[in-house]
């Protein structure tokens, strides 16, 4: 296996499919930030609806953790991350790998301390695959990353 973590140019390729990453990132972004602020200003839950006695029964005990990390993660770490896929920054095929596994591990998380999940869940998981993929794609075919 070989790994060369920053190319010898700043800037790497964008393949076409990238841009589905930047679409998910942007779609994950969007639904993360306002769902974060809620959590912050209300870390109960009865903002966003969900039932008090869900998130008691966690180790985390209210939302305030888990809306930061929705906020600053989930958020404005995948809003960067498109700028960034956009721009063709080198280090934006590993970020979006790193913040595609986050959100798989987030979503893990979710459903082994939660009681019940949601469509959306399940539609994030995706997400998180999904990103995971492009980035491995990507960093095949920038050489930045050689399985085989």
């Given at each position: 296996?070989?790994?060369?973590?920053?190319?010898?140019?700043?800037?790497?390729?964008?393949?076409?499919?990238?841009?589905?990453?930047?679409?998910?990132?942007?779609?994950?972004?969007?639904?993360?930030?306002?769902?974060?602020?809620?959590?912050?200003?209300?870390?109960?839950?009865?903002?966003?609806?969900?039932?008090?006695?869900?998130?008691?029964?966690?180790?985390?005990?209210?939302?305030?953790?888990?809306?930061?990390?929705l906020l600053l993660v989930n958020g404005v770490g995948m809003l960067v991350l498109a700028g960034l896929s956009?721009?063709?920054?080198?280090?934006?095929?590993?970020?979006?790998?790193?913040?595609?596994?986050?959100?798989?591990?987030?979503?893990?998380?979710?459903?082994?301390?939660?009681?019940?999940?949601?469509?959306?869940?399940?539609?994030?998981?995706?997400?998180?695959?999904?990103l995971g993929f492009v980035a491995l794609s990507w960093l095949r075919r920038t050489d930045q990353l050689r399985?085989?």
């Open positions: 296996m070989h790994v060369q973590v920053m190319p010898g140019d700043a800037r790497v390729g964008r393949p076409r499919y990238v841009w589905i990453a930047v679409v998910l990132e942007l779609l994950t972004a969007l639904g993360a930030i306002p769902v974060g602020i809620m959590f912050l200003i209300d870390p109960t839950g009865q903002l966003v609806q969900l039932p008090r006695g869900w998130i008691e029964a966690t180790p985390f005990g209210s939302y305030l953790v888990p809306g930061l990390y956009i721009l063709r920054h080198w280090a934006a095929p590993w970020l979006t790998g790193a913040l595609g596994v986050g959100l798989i591990v987030w979503i893990l998380v979710e459903i082994l301390v939660m009681p019940a999940t949601m469509f959306l869940t399940w539609l994030y998981l995706a997400i998180g695959f999904g399985l085989w």
